[in-house]
């Protein structure tokens, strides 16, 4: 696959999402069709609804038990629990608002592998080669979520330090109930009747087209300026610096092909859009989460596409 390829690529997969902004904000700023009221109701939807079934699906279709990578997903979750306890120690003293702390500290572990993971890998090896990425996504995907209700709670505007109100709120939390679910119905060989599976399908596919629909709606572009900073350096981290980091790592273990890209996009996909609605939803800097979500998605086009040629180029994904 030549450089041109790989640009079709990473645009094929991204672009769609721009799209799908673009037609969000139209609808709210420039219609009257829809309106932030809309806007909001819909996102306790996507997050309570179509993500939850989105995820369950996901992981509920991949075989865990017999097809689990021991080392790498070992490796996936203990690096994500490293980096994460590095940024508790680290964001608060670097980012003085304090709404903003537990966004930038879940903007830069938490990926949207849930949506890119997937997608990517079957776009350059195909549907049969998707298996580590499925499976790193049932992983991953609740160890996002846990580790996002800890720091949204704990490093926000209404620092939350009884310990029980925590922890209720990561068992209440969709998205880790979806995640859990879905881990024990796979495992433990469980199916759905398929009457049942057809309609958590279809409400999973509902899931990114109207979350991106929601996020465009939402966007402010007059409170850009002021948060520029702040993503900018949000988005160098997580999109560069991290990945400079781990994908030797990941190299030196072994890993070549389809396992080293689903490894690598954990660390250098966008930002996860539900970040954004468990923000808004936890009463945290929404605007700065939305943000971070379309300027990584933005990002991740160059910082994808440079990735995958130079990883080819250096025959490490043939």
Known sequence: M???????????????????????????????????????????????????????????????????????????????????????????RVVKQENQQGVVIQGIFRSNYVIFGVAVVESMYGSENTVTAAILSAILVPMYNLLAVIALSVFGEKREHDWKKVIGNIVKNPLILASV?????????????????????????????????????????????????????????????????MIPIIISMGYRNAELLSALLAYQTPVAVSSYIMAQQAGADEQLAGQLVVFSSAASVVTLFVTIFLLRQLGYLL
């Open 181 to 245: 679910l879905g881990i024990l119905f796979s495992c433990a060989g469980i199916r759905l009747p398929q009457a049942v599976e057809t309609t958590v399908s279809d409400l999973a596919k509902l899931a990114t087209p109207i979350a991106f629909l929601i996020l465009g709606g939402d966007f402010d572009f007059s409170k850009v300026k002021g948060n520029l900073k702040t993503a900018g350096w949000v988005i160098f981290v997580k999109m560069i610096a991290l990945p400079a980091v």
């Open 2 to 92: 030549d450089a041109s390829l790989n640009l079709i690529l990473s645009f094929n997969v991204i672009a769609p999402l721009f799209f799908l902004m673009i037609i969000g904000y139209v609808l709210v700023h420039g219609t009257k069709l829809a309106d932030k009221e809309l806007c909001s109701k819909a996102n306790a939807l996507v997050f309570k609804v179509f993500l939850p079934c989105m995820l369950f699906k996901n992981i509920y279709q991949s075989d865990i038990k017999t097809q689990m990578k021991g080392e790498l997903c070992l490796f996936a979750a203990g690096s994500l629990l490293v980096l994460f306890l590095l940024l508790c120690f680290i964001v608060p």
